[in-house]
């Protein structure tokens, strides 16, 4: 009986940084990965910042190498092996990015095969300076590339996309962007359960955080801005639908200038999630007044640095459900998540 052939998958962001953690979209496409059905015949890779964290990685059947994102070399060498990179560390990492397309087009030159890079972005390229203060009309679509394109470079995560893009019109690889929006849900797999996976996200948390030490519920601006969300488990799965139709070859699904799949599965107005964490907090005894307040300038710097807070962010994920990505969360989902993640935050905060 033959072996069959190993396909071999490298991921960055399951690899763990201060906290010496997987991250919450590595960990959990790691963790959809050890479950796909054609897994035996994956060979999957992780860096591990934390030699005491191999023997638990190893022993879910991931390879781990101890290094970080910052060793160039290390990136490098490890897609030069690689028949597949998945990241989903920093999608503002250009050095890593860089780095990961040498290996890539070493693997190239050597095997004759074209390596698939998967990337990590997000919905905040789509950002305006709404300031929570109005919605905006501009909805994106992931099969309008013309919109897309008309994006400046000085968007987040842009710089890092052109590059992407820039890889696969050279031949050497082909690459496929994923947009995940307002991730949602407290991650529940095995490496979460190994203790090795950040099974928390940033956006909601964030809000909570600022929240609770303010002891009020606050609300950037009016709270009309909108933005998208998915749950972490359909982000996973996201990822796994792009992936198996990237491995069918280059007609199994867009790829490069068209390779934009964004995540979403419905919308939400910003300032509901604020009311709804208000009432909540104040039910909990952990807020003065059931109705949120503005957050000052100074809090907006301090808990959510930057504009993306009280921007709009509006976006059809319709590229991936033509590829048979079929979310089942929705935003009532969203709803039913929010007072388990303060009961989380404070139950982090007593420990
Ligand atoms: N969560 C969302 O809702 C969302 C939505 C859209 C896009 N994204 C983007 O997706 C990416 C991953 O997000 P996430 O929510 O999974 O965050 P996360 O839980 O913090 O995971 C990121 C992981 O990568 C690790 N990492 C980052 N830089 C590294 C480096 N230089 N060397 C080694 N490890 C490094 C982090 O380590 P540390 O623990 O030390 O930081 C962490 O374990 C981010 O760029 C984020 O902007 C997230």
Redesign the pocket.
Known sequence: MSTPTRTHIFVT?A?????S??????GSVVSALLSHPKSDTFHITA?I?SPEKVALFNSVGVTAVVG???DLDTLTSLASTADVVLA??????LYAARAIFLGLKKRHEETNTVPIFIH?S?T?VLIDDAAGNYATDSIYSDLDIATIESLPKTQPHREVELEVIAADKEGYVRTYIIL?S??YGIANTPLVSLGVQ?PY???IPRLIEASLDRKQGGVVGEGLNLWPNVHIDDTATLYISVFDAAMKGPGGTAHGREGYYFGENGEHRVGEISEILAKLLYDMKRGKSPEPTVFTIEEMQKYFGGRWMGSNSRAMAERARLIGWNPVHTVDSLWASLKPEIEAILERRNT
């Open positions: 962001g690899t763990g940084g201060l906290r953690i997987a991250g919450y979209i590595g860096l910042r970080n994102n910052s989903c560390a920093n999608a503002d990492d990590t997000g905040g995940p307002t991730i950040n996200s940033r956006q």
